[in-house]
T-cell receptor, first 113, second 116 residues
Framework: DQQVKQNSPSLSVQEGRISILNCDYT??????FLWYKKYPAEGPTFLIS?????DKNEDGRFTVFLNKSAKHLSLHIVPSQPGDSAVYFC????????????FGKGTKLSVKP | EAGVVQSPRYKIIEKKQPVAFWCNPI?????LYWYLQNLGQGPELLIR????????DSQLPKDRFSAERLKGVDSTLKIQPAELGDSAVYLC??????????????FGPGTRLTVL
């Protein structure tokens, strides 16, 4: 049973527009969430994180929103750039920022010029 | 700063053969992870080390998989014997407390294993 779900396998967005990637989770005990980006033939790279005590974290063009009541988080990329084209993984932890990570299946984002 | 190094990058073997993967974490990172990533899936934790101690190996199939992290730095993951279903990407990651920052994991490029 998937504890972290990314229900959209792919997303296509025009350059300059907003990309919204969604993630749902089932375990209300998760207390730390992360987004990773992965290019082909490379390992995932950390993008942004959020603690369960917050509902928003922003870093440049990237913002993560957390809705604990809905067990839902989203990653917003504004404006989207062709270099953002990659697979994005949502991950959750039970042990704060040091806990083991449980990953979703990923969403492939394509940003078209 | 050098990233997580893994070798080999690609490995093709026949079933029932042994195979080993090597990982060198980022200098100073005391936590090391091995993950398995199947096609179309996210990474799944196999084992986690704190220094040289395996603190979580609950997801490691111990009948055929083994791992070690001698001296708390480099690590090797071994499969013996390999099965067709072991074909996947094996990722190594490391983490260490940074001043004021989250303890996010840094991943290597992975080893893509194909078992024929």
């Amino acid at each position: 049973d998937q504890q972290v779900k990314q229900n959209s396998p792919s997303l296509s967005v025009q350059e300059g527009r907003i990309s919204i990637l969604n993630c749902d989770y089932t375990n209300s005990m998760f207390d730390y969430f992360l987004w990773y980006k992965k290019y082909p033939a490379e390992g995932p790279t950390f993008l942004i994180s959020i603690s369960s005590i917050k509902d928003k974290n922003e870093d440049g063009r990237f913002t993560v929103f957390l809705n604990k009541s809905a067990k839902h988080l989203s990653l917003h990329i504004v404006p989207s750039q062709p270099g953002d084209s990659a697979v994005y993984f949502c991950a959750a932890s039970l042990g704060g920022s040091q806990g083991n990570l449980i990953f979703g299946k990923g969403t492939k984002l394509s940003v078209k010029p | 700063e050098a990233g997580v190094v893994q070798s080999p990058r690609y490995k093709i073997i026949e079933k029932k053969q042994p195979v080993a993967f090597w990982c060198n974490p980022i200098s100073g990172h005391n936590t090391l992870y091995w993950y398995l990533q199947n096609l179309g899936q996210g990474p799944e934790l196999l084992i986690r080390y704190e220094n040289e101690e395996a603190v979580d190996d609950s997801q490691l199939p111990k009948d055929r998989f083994s791992a070690e992290r001698l001296k708390g730095v480099d690590s090797t993951l071994k499969i013996q014997p390999a099965e067709l279903g072991d074909s996947a990407v094996y990722l190594c990651a490391s983490s260490g407390r940074l001043a004021g920052g989250p303890n996010e994991q840094f991943f290597g490029p992975g080893t893509r294993l194909t078992v024929l």
